[in-house]
Every structure is written in C-alpha cells, then in structure tokens.
C-alpha cells in the first residue's frame, strides 16, 4: 500500500490530569504515517485540559483541537471529529487511555494482509497509582487478563468504512456508543478480524465516563430498547 493516512479522534472534558499521556501515546507510535493528525474535540471543559493540548500542539503540528462552548457528550465529540477527519484510516482514543507503542503498525499490517473491513484488537485494564477505589462495575477478574476489544480505542478501520452505517447515535450521551455502533456493524456482517495481542491500556478510575452508572446503565437499556423494538437481534 503507498502512503498511507491516519486521523485519531480524541474527546475531551475535563481531562487534565491524563490527557498528555493519551496524545504521547499517539505521536511516539512505531511507523506513522507521512500524513497523520490528532483532532482533540473539547466538549466543555472547565479544567487545563485544552491548554495542556495546545502547548502539545505547539511541538506537533498534527495535532488540530476544536472546542465546544457547552458539554454536549462524548458522542457528540466524536461525531464532530470524525466529520473532520481528512485522512484515510480512522482511529480513536479516550482521554485518559494509552495505545501500545506498535498499535498503528500492527493493526494496518492486518488491515492490508489480511483484508478484513476493520480491526481491532485486546485491551488491558490497569489502575491508577493514587490506588483509588475500582468503580462498582469493574470486576476484580477482569485485572488478571486481557479483554477482547470493542471499544473505539481498539479500533482501526478506513474512513469510508465507518461512514457507510452513518454516524454516532447522539442520544447515547453517558456512553454505549460503542455497544450501539458495533451492533450495527456486526447487523450487516462487516468482517472484523480480533487481534490477539494488546493495543490499548485502559485506565479505570472512578472519573470514568463508564462508571457514572446513574446515566449510563439507563441510556443502555434504552439501546436496548430501541433495538428490540426495531427488530434488530441483540447482538453486541
């Protein structure tokens, strides 16, 4: 393949205290591309995470941030990012999560051997060193492993392939974005090739967007809902 292109969507709110982590995670990756970009979508911040951002962008000229006046969710953030993405393979990354130094080499490896519409690929759960409480819907289990990855964070997939199933569903506000997006993809049979290594370190603390239960647990089953009612399988 010539010269290929990379755009990463990265929303943030308030994400300070880990978001310069996240983008060195992005810039010291093995083999990027001659063409590649971080597009940051700030959705409403209140803390320094956009300024942190734009020293960063001062260092790497790939790096384009966007602000929203209000906090609006986190799909509405990526919905954002990727009507802006420019290039041809899309990835994205939380705030506060880590891409494994070879995420981008080995995952387009696969895409380009292998052919599969899109990749993804394990994650590993890691806590923070403050030894905060785990949130209430971790299991303590899950730290003693791997984790298949259908998250966004473990995704590589060409642009135009994300785009034929339209955007995010913007009423999965609190998260499950992921869940509704998958289902669709999986609905009409898109080949997805599973990696077994990891690609993605995943940070759990009790700030993550997934443990405030008292709004994602709801717009879940509201997914689930709306799925069952139109006629889609359950299937995630």
């Known amino acids: 393949m010539i010269n290929p292109s990379l755009s990463v969507v990265l929303p943030l709110y308030n994400g300070a205290q880990y978001v310069s982590e996240a983008i060195e995670s992005i810039v010291t990756q093995a083999d990027l591309p001659r063409e590649w970009e971080i597009i940051v979508i700030d959705d409403g ?21 966007e602000v929203q006046p209000s906090n609006q969710g986190v799909t509405v953030a990526r ?30 490896k696969a895409l380009t051997e292998i052919k599969p519409d899109y990749v993804l ?25 791997s984790q298949q990855g259908y998250l966004f964070g473990c995704l590589l997939i060409r642009r135009h392939d994300f785009l034929k199933f339209g955007l995010l569903d913007e009423r999965c506000k609190y998260g499950a974005d992921d869940v509704e997006w998958f289902g669709r993809a999986r609905q009409i049979s ?3 090739l599973m990696l077994s290594e990891i690609v993605l370190k995943r940070r759990i603390h009790m700030s993550n ?28």
């Open 45 to 65: 911040s209140t803390d320094d995470g956009v300024a942190i951002c734009q020293r960063l962008a001062q260092r790497y000229k790939q790096i384009r941030i």
């Open 79 to 108: 919905n954002r990012g990727i009507k802006l993405a420019r290039f041809e393979y899309l990835c994205f990354i939380d705030q506060d999560d880590i891409w494994v130094s070879d995420k981008w080499r080995k995952q387009l």
């Open 209 to 236: 967007a997934s443990a405030q239960t008292q709004h994602s647990t709801p717009a879940l089953l509201a997914l689930i809902r709306r799925r069952l009612a139109s006629g889609v399988g359950s299937r995630t």
């Open 121 to 145: 690929g394990h994650q590993a759960f890691f806590m923070q060193d403050d030894q905060m409480p785990l949130p209430s819907w971790f299991r303590q289990e899950w730290a003693l492993s």
């Open 190 to 192: 898109l080949n997805v």
